[in-house]
């Protein structure tokens, strides 16, 4: 039985596209299972389709699941005793396997062609029936398919299904389900002897891996009994089978495809961290005991439970991985989050290390991506121009406005700043905050004053407040 095999399962991405958010969760849930049942995840790359796979996509899915941690235990780029890896290399394997099929009266050759088809299904829709292969070619003697095969017809192989037959698995999330074979039909599983379908493909290389569980979304559930009856076609053994509830959308429909197959390396690229994404992904759909959320790679192995996986949708919120991305980002100590901050902010703020640090620890508290930092802090590291008035509090004097400023540059200059807010307190603190938040940030909203000063130090801070004074000056000797 596939229970007292090792625990082995697989992704199986298609490098058709770049990675997506749906085949991260299957990774991170495949490689969860693994780890917690001390088993192999194995990467297997589904490239068949040659006309859509390009080396750049197969590059994006190996970089995007080894930058969130998902390491495989065997794949195309570290090998192992159960390769290859790639469809696209185990032509031989399909081909012996499709011929030990055709020879045994397991399959068979079919010339119909995609008119009779197309008539066949309509009389089946018109008849109430649901469509499937009436098995015309089934019963062909050797001499019909050498004429047909001498008339150059073109044919495809089927599998023969066997006759009201019920197919039965226990879907680890939800349950035994069972269904017919006369509803699916004699289905095709290649196009000749080396062109494989994917039913085909993916069940014998299931089986050459000795893949005991297969781990994926709900979307594949109408393949596994059509994948089942060519496991008991080939005489390979049982797998078991998890199908992960669908992604949905907050108002509870199914995510748009645009969602969906947003490239996940946009998720890193916009400055979300690799360990929030793991933890809000982890939990669209499986929740641990209790109601801790935040949860590190080496906690969700140690709790994750197939047997917690919901059957019901998972809501995709946003708003909810911008929540998780800020705690991440406050967890990271000064040193991390400078570091990490590379890529997101010019060459010039990095060559300023000092700023750059006490920017963050004052703006950590306000961004949920690291970029957001960029645009929230381009003020600590060069000041823009702004206008006159925007110094003044509401319609206080532009000459008070230059007394207060004034005042306040002797007290910075004496290092004397823990004597501002008291003169503030005694004069306004609109009056005095306010024009001295402006003349040091240049922004109608920013951080307090004292923040941008502890960020700017001494030097910076008078600079600016002298280029306030002035501006005021210039300001009314052209009035």
């Given at each position: ?60 899915i ?27 290399e185990?032509t ?59 008339d ?49 493909a ?10 005991s569980h ?54 890193l ?10 933890n ?50 406050r ?15 010019p060459e ?17 508290e ?26 003044r ?16 540059r ?29 003349a ?27 280029a ?12």
């Open positions: 039985m596939a229970s007292e095999q090792p625990i082995r399962v697989r992704i199986a991405p298609s490098p058709t596209g770049y990675l997506h958010l749906g085949t991260v969760r299957t990774a991170l849930y495949n490689y969860l299972f693994a780890k917690k049942e001390k088993g192999a995840f194995v990467l297997r790359i589904e490239d068949t389709d040659q006309s859509r796979s390009l080396p750049l996509y197969e590059q994006d190996l970089e995007g699941l080894q930058a969130l941690g998902l390491t495989w235990d065997e794949g195309p780029d570290i090998g192992g005793s159960h390769g290859p890896y790639r469809q696209s185990r031989k394997q399909y081909t012996e396997r499709l011929q030990a099929l055709v020879r045994g009266g397991k399959a068979y050759k079919c010339f119909c062609t995609k008119e009779q088809l197309d008539e066949e299904r309509k009389g089946m829709i018109a008849a109430g029936l649901a469509p499937k292969y009436s098995g015309t070619c089934r019963n062909l003697t050797a001499e019909q398919v050498a004429q047909y095969e001498k150059g017809k073109e044919s495809v192989l089927r599998i023969k299904v066997p006759l009201d037959y019920e197919v039965e698995f226990s879907d680890l999330i939800r349950g035994k389900i069972s269904i017919n074979s006369s509803t699916i039909g004699d289905f095709i599983i290649a196009k000749d002897e080396t062109s494989p379908l994917y039913n085909f993916v069940v014998v290389d299931d089986a050459d891996m000795r893949i297969v781990i994926r979304g709900e979307d594949h559930i109408s393949n596994t009994p059509k994948q089942i009856l060519i496991q008991q076609a080939l005489g390979f053994p049982e797998v078991v089978y998890a199908h992960l509830p669908l992604i949905l959308s907050p108002d509870r429909s199914k995510l748009s495809k645009r969602s969906l197959e947003t490239a996940f390396i946009e998720y690229k916009d400055g979300y961290l690799p360990e929030a994404l793991l809000f992904i982890v939990l669209l759909g499986w929740h641990p005991e209790g109601d801790e959320e935040l949860l590190t790679l080496e906690e969700m192995i140690q709790r994750f439970s197939i047997k917690r996986v919901q059957k019901a949708g998972a809501v995709f919120n946003m708003e909810k991985l911008d929540w998780f991305n800020a705690q991440y980002i967890r990271l100590s000064e040193q991390e989050l400078v570091k990490r901050m590379e890529g997101f902010v010039a703020w990095l060559a300023r290390p000092e700023v750059l640090t006490k920017a963050l620890i004052i703006e950590r306000r961004i949920q991506k690291l970029s957001d930092f960029r645009e929230n802090a381009g003020f600590f590291f060069e000041i823009g121009e702004y206008e006159t008035d925007l110094l509090w509401q319609d206080m004097p532009l000459e008070k406005v230059a007394l207060h400023m004034r005042h306040v002797e007290l910075v200059a004496a290092g004397k700043d823990g004597d501002i807010m008291p003169y503030a307190e005694q004069e306004g603190r609109g009056e005095v905050l306010w024009p001295l938040r402006v040091l940030s240049g922004l109608r909203n920013s951080p307090g004053p004292f923040e941008i000063m502890y960020v700017l130090g001494k030097n910076e801070s008078l600079k600016r407040i002298d306030a004074i002035q501006k005021i000056i210039d300001g009314q000797d052209h009035t």
